[in-house]
């Protein structure tokens, strides 16, 4: 939906110590052409067991000294409610396909300890379903179980969903209320399995796409079925499942990471990085694009109405891990504008992108959201989720862009990338993304159907590419007002500062 045009003469020559001089770029949002519905499940989380994802990052106990909400971080509870977290994924990832649901229910001082095999360490349990459900109850978001095919059967899943679904007076249901809740929970989505063509078993499509058929039959209406879907461009997974299974699948699932220097033993330093890993981590970014429409023109061909849905329900950047907890990272800049580009493109696909988990959500590779005991710090990232909230159900309006290449090295893309919605009330939300680390543009939007008469935004920018926010400096990267933005005549003018984002409502 969104296109791009690169003017050679346009690309930036003259790099002084305060960057390039600005340049024009043409944007048009077609607000007389509307597009699909952008789901709100786009915005989703992905939370695993691992490193201290869960625990101290969401779970403390109701004991803690840290102040919690029936042992949830009351913190990290505000955090995710201010950005309407959709939907939640867990347990893992791998993890799920090791996972035994029965060892995170009842008494918790009675719960047993397992290896985590996936991640290292022990698992406690300490939380398990309970904690889950009402946590994503908590925080108002859906609840997306992925369920272990791997090491697990059919029944176990049945009795998982029972438990917390049931309404009548079954054992299961029983046993729920005596674990303190007597009301079933909403299941929204199984995932059937995690990364059946790795971590989850090693499988074959043809093995797993039939093993998904029998799993699918057990899900009970109205919990949609998600099949565990292709590793980035392996089109032809996603072509056995769609044509063995495709008729049981409600979502197939996309996971795609972005590696700063491409090779996954030494990925690149998540604060220390040059301008070439910046390029690197934004061409990654961009493949989503080509990875999207590749696997939707696969399954169009069994599916061409778009009833089943893509969900790129691992998505992020992947940079080393700092200290011992495993799978940790900062944070940066570098991080924000990556996101922001990602989610522009699930707007442009949200005829077939209909959820998306970001992985992972707290202190998990790119997190919303780092903690370190008592202490809590937003990354740039979460501040991307928060200015991009507005788009969550708005409709999609085509956008194209003609405009300079940022170029570094041999490596060139676009100069600036954007999207557009339209909410239930009419306002029409605008986000420009400035790509290039030195040069600000002038943009020039010409408004195409839209009626507006006055704009204001905010701005998501630092210093530095690598800026980053600390538990003692939190407020480093973090949205400001921004006034660089005028409309007169049907035509929006922004002075886009250098590597930010800003996004505009026009009423
Ligand atoms: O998100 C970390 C891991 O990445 C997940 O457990 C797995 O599904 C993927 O390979």
Same mark, same amino acid.
């Given at each position: ?30 607000? #007389? ?18 490193? !201290? ?13 840290? %102040? ?19 939907? $939640? ?10 996972? #035994?649901?029965? #060892? ?6 009675? !719960? ?64 729920? !209320?005596?674990?303190?809740?007597d009301k079933p929970w909403k299941l929204d989505y199984v995932g059937i399995g995690n990364e059946m063509w790795g971590c989850g078993g090693s499988m074959r499509p043809e093995f797993y796409a039939d093993a998904y058929r029998r799993y699918a039959t057990f899900v009970p209406k109205p919990i949609e079925r998600i099949a565990s879907g292709a590793n980035a461009d392996d089109v032809a997974w996603t072509d056995k499942v769609m044509a063995i299974a495709g008729k049981q699948i409600d979502a197939i699932s996309l996971h795609n990471y972005t590696i700063p220097t491409g090779d996954w033993a030494h990925k690149g330093s998540s604060t220390q990085f040059d301008e070439a890993q910046w390029m690197s981590v934004l061409q990654g970014a961009l493949r989503m694009d080509g990875l999207i429409a590749r696997h939707s023109a696969v ?44 989610? #522009? ?18 202190? $998990? ?38 405009? %300079? ?16 919605? !339209? ?52 407020? $480093?990267?973090? %949205? ?28």
């Amino acid at each position: 939906m969104s296109t791009w045009k690169s003017s050679l003469a346009a690309a930036c020559l003259l790099v002084s110590s305060y960057g390039c001089a600005a340049t024009e770029v043409q944007v048009t949002v077609h607000g #007389d052409r509307p597009g699909a519905v952008i789901h709100r499940d786009i915005y989703g989380q992905f939370a695993e067991m691992l490193g !201290r994802g869960i625990y101290d990052g969401i779970w403390v106990g109701e004991n803690s000294s840290i %102040p919690n909400i029936h042992g949830y971080r009351k913190d990290v509870v505000d955090a995710l409610k201010e950005i309407k977290v959709p939907v $939640v994924r867990w347990p893992g990832g791998c993890f799920a396909d090791q996972y #035994d649901w029965r #060892d995170g229910i009842g008494p918790r001082d009675k !719960r047993p300890a397992r290896p985590n095999a996936s991640w290292g360490g022990e698992e406690r349990n300490q939380f398990g379903t309970n904690e889950f459900m009402d946590f994503a109850e908590l925080i108002g978001a859906k609840a997306y179980l992925s369920i272990n095919v791997g090491t697990g059967s059919p029944r176990e899943m049945s009795q998982w969903i029972e438990y917390i679904t049931a309404t009548g007076q079954t054992t299961l249901a029983q046993e729920r !209320r005596a674990n303190g809740r007597d009301k079933p929970w909403k299941l929204d989505y199984v995932g059937i399995g995690n990364e059946m063509w790795g971590c989850g078993g090693s499988m074959r499509p043809e093995f797993y796409a039939d093993a998904y058929r029998r799993y699918a039959t057990f899900v009970p209406k109205p919990i949609e079925r998600i099949a565990s879907g292709a590793n980035a461009d392996d089109v032809a997974w996603t072509d056995k499942v769609m044509a063995i299974a495709g008729k049981q699948i409600d979502a197939i699932s996309l996971h795609n990471y972005t590696i700063p220097t491409g090779d996954w033993a030494h990925k690149g330093s998540s604060t220390q990085f040059d301008e070439a890993q910046w390029m690197s981590v934004l061409q990654g970014a961009l493949r989503m694009d080509g990875l999207i429409a590749r696997h939707s023109a696969v399954m169009d061909k069994y599916d061409p109405a778009k009833r089943v849905a893509l969900a790129v329900d691992e998505w992020g950047n992947w940079e080393d891990q700092e200290g011992s907890d495993a799978l940790y990272q900062q944070n940066s800049l570098r991080d924000a504008i990556s996101a922001a580009i990602t989610l #522009d493109i699930f707007h442009a696909h949200a005829d077939r992108v209909r959820m998306a988990n970001i992985a992972q959500m707290v202190n $998990v590779l790119q997190a919303m959201i780092l903690t370190d005991k008592s202490k809590m710090v937003l990354t740039p990232t979460y501040y991307v989720f928060d200015l991009y909230k507005v788009f969550q159900d708005a409709t999609s309006l085509p956008v194209s862009v003609q405009g %300079p290449v940022y170029r570094y090295g041999n490596a060139s893309v676009p100069g600036v990338h954007a999207t557009a919605g !339209r909410d239930a009330a009419g306002v029409v939300h605008v986000a420009l993304v400035n790509l290039d680390p030195h040069r600000a543009d002038t943009v020039r939007v010409q408004l195409a159907g839209i009626k507006g008469v006055h704009v204001q935004g905010k701005v998501l920018t630092a210093p530095a590419m690598n800026s980053i926010n600390t538990f003692d400096q939190p407020h $480093v990267v973090e %949205p400001k007002a921004f006034d660089g933005a005028g409309l007169a005549d049907g035509v929006l003018t922004v002075a886009l500062p250098s590597k930010s984002v800003v996004v505009l409502d026009i009423r």
